[in-house]
């Protein structure tokens, strides 16, 4: 049976998160799929920065106090927390995702002395290997792939795995790989940027050691806002991250000469916090506000569902290269063509955006808080257009 827009219009009536798009501000007429790479700005983040400014300029540096820019790294924990199946204490917000993976990786390596490598997938995020790679050179240590049958034994300190492959989608076995490591004594290292704030996290029950994340696109915190770490409480002593920096002192104002873990994640800290980022990351956060993550998940399984159903009625020549299964996949869907990047630039000229991935990889990111299902119709009646035959 053909799919209508009408068919679309009722999903969106039906739609119990549907009110949630209000809270965001997108151009008309634009149907914004890339979510999974940039979120769409929420409305409160320009009256954040706004009133940020008259902060710093009426208080000046005693707003570090009055208007709470000291609590921030850990409130912003406690709130992406929720999110990731994480205690309060076990995440905070600081630095980039990138920097946060260096860090856990190198705590994670020294908290397994004698033992000589750390395990990744090939097909992770570059930035990722690129990481891991330097820390084995750091470390002196061996770097194998997963994917492209590095054992794991008992010589492994950490394994690295991204949830859902930025790719493709496909979602992990996070307690499945997680139990593997153990079973080794390895730790195990999650990489959530492709996954927190669309489809349900469980650091907690999946036993989980280590996890950074960005805040940039399912999140909504604007272009390179700061990132977010995870120590399970029952590590969180141990950790010796290696950038020991004032911003993680026990006790900072006592301007002590040598380094004293603060309690906590509050030691993976460095530096002062990039407050700006951080006001921008705590209102686009507010948009969450009474919604659970279960409902995330089931508006972001419709939406891909919806796309994948079209795709099969009128984008023939693509390749769904995600998972069929909506269970087994992320909020994003994946298709290949040998024309994509093409086909997603003339898309953009008809206001659909999407992304590319090289050589021929087309990712459409369906964030729950303010894609509808009619955008996913007029998406592909727009891309249609451009398809060659």
């Not at 569902?305 to 994003?332: C, I, K, N, T, W």
């Amino acid at each position: 049976m053909t799919i209508t827009r009408a068919d679309a219009v009722r999903l969106d009536a039906a739609d119990p998160l549907a009110g949630l798009r209000d809270r965001f501000d997108i151009p008309e007429g634009v149907v914004y799929l890339d979510g999974n790479s940039l979120g769409a700005p929420p409305r409160a983040v320009a009256g954040a920065l706004a009133a940020f400014a008259d902060d710093w300029r009426r208080d000046l540096i005693g707003a570090w106090g009055s208007a709470g820019w000291g609590g921030l790294a850990a409130r912003l924990g406690t709130r992406v927390a929720r999110l990731v199946g994480a205690a309060e204490d076990e995440v905070i917000v600081t630095d980039t995702t990138s920097g946060n993976l260096f860090k856990l990786l190198v705590a994670a390596c020294r908290m397994r002395p004698g033992r000589s490598r750390v395990l990744i997938e090939a097909a992770n995020f570059p930035s990722d290997l690129y990481v891991a790679q330097g820390v084995c050179e750091l470390l002196g240590l061996e770097l194998g792939y997963l994917d492209e049958g590095a054992p794991l034994d008992e010589t492994v300190a950490v394994v690295v795995h991204s949830h859902v492959d930025f790719r493709t989608g496909e979602i992990a076995d996070m307690a499945g790989l997680t139990a593997r490591a153990h079973d080794v004594g390895a730790l195990m290292l999650w990489d959530l940027c492709h996954s927190a704030g669309a489809i349900p996290v469980d650091l907690t029950g999946a036993g989980a050691d280590l996890a950074v994340g960005c805040t940039y696109k399912y999140l909504n915190g604007g272009p390179g806002s700061p990132a977010y770490a995870y120590v399970a409480g029952r590590l969180q002593d141990r950790v010796r991250q290696p950038i020991t920096g004032w911003g993680g002192h026990a006790r900072r104002f006592a301007m002590a000469r040598e380094f004293e873990p603060a309690p906590g994640t509050a030691r993976l800290q460095v530096s002062q916090a990039p407050v700006i980022g951080m006001v921008a990351l705590d209102a686009a956060l507010d948009a969450f506000e009474g919604v659970t993550v279960e409902a995330l998940r089931d508006k972001a399984a419709s939406l891909g569902e919806l796309f994948v159903a079209l795709a099969a009625e009128r984008l023939p020549a693509l390749r769904l290269v995600s998972p069929r299964d909506p269970a087994a996949r992320g909020s994003q869907v994946s298709f290949a063509h040998p024309a994509a990047e093409r086909i997603l630039a003339e898309a953009a000229e008809r206001g659909v955006v999407g992304d590319f991935r090289p050589p021929e990889t087309m990712r459409f990111g369906f964030a729950p808080l303010y894609v509808r299902h009619v955008d996913v119709y007029e998406a592909v009646e727009r891309i249609a257009a451009v398809v060659p035959a």
